[in-house]
C-alpha cells in the first residue's frame, strides 16, 4: 500500500477519492482537516494524550424517523486510561461507520475533537504545537487548504455512507454497553 494512498472507511463509499490526501490546516489551536481511516485512531489518541483531563466521549447516532438529525450521547469525566479503552473497545465500529459521529473533549478545558462525515475532523487543543506535530507523525499533511472528499464529488462519482457491524456491533450498540458507566443521551432538542 502506498503510504499516501487515501484508504476509505468501511462504510464510506466512493468510486474515486481524486486528489484527496491526508490533511490539516491550522489556525492557533483551531484544527480541521481529512484523515485516511487507518489515521483516525492514531489522530484520536494523541488529542487523548494531549487533551486536559477529565475527558468526555461522545457520540451522534441518526435519529430513525430523520437521518439529518441526530441523537447525541456522553459518557464524562473519563480518565485518560477510560478514554483509551474506549478507543480500543469501540474504535474499529467508530472509524468504520459511515453514518455516525464522535469525538472526545475535555471536562475542564474548552478542547475538542470531532470526526465527522466523509473522514473529516475539526480540533481544538490548548498543546496546539505537540498536536500538530503528533498529526504529522502520523502523515497527516498540515497545509492552508485541502481537498476533501465532498470536493471529488459528481454525477459520475456519487458518494455514500452506511451503517457496518464489527464484531457483531453497530454504534446504536455504544449507548447500551456504556449505560452502567455513566452514557447518556443529551436532551436538548
Do not use: H
Not at 468510486?15 to 485512531?41: H, M, Y
Request: hydrophobic share 40%.
Amino acid at each position: 500500500m502506498n503510504s499516501r494512498e487515501f484508504i476509505l472507511c468501511q462504510g464510506v463509499s466512493l468510486r474515486s477519492t481524486g486528489k484527496v490526501s491526508s490533511a490539516f490546516s491550522r489556525e492557533d489551536g483551531s484544527f480541521s482537516g481529512i484523515l485516511s481511516a487507518q489515521q483516525i485512531i492514531p489522530a484520536a489518541k494523541a488529542f487523548i494524550k494531549d487533551a486536559k483531563a477529565p475527558i468526555f466521549f461522545f457520540v451522534e447516532l441518526p435519529k430513525e424517523d430523520d437521518s439529518e438529525m441526530y441523537d447525541v450521547y456522553y459518557l464524562d469525566n473519563c480518565t485518560k486510561p477510560v478514554a483509551e479503552a474506549i478507543i480500543k473497545r469501540f474504535g474499529d465500529v467508530l472509524v468504520n461507520d459511515g453514518i455516525s459521529r464522535f469525538g472526545f473533549g475535555s471536562n475542564s478545558e474548552e478542547e475538542e475533537i470531532y470526526f465527522t462525515d466523509y473522514q473529516e475532523f475539526s480540533a481544538y487543543i490548548g498543546n496546539a504545537d505537540k498536536f500538530a506535530a503528533s498529526l504529522k507523525k502520523i502523515g497527516v499533511e498540515q497545509t492552508e487548504k485541502f481537498c476533501t472528499l465532498w470536493d471529488e464529488m459528481s454525477d459520475d462519482n456519487m458518494g455514500c455512507l452506511s451503517m457496518v457491524e464489527v464484531n457483531g456491533e453497530t454504534v446504536f450498540d455504544i449507548p447500551d454497553a456504556l449505560k452502567d458507566a455513566g452514557m447518556y443521551k443529551d436532551r436538548k432538542e
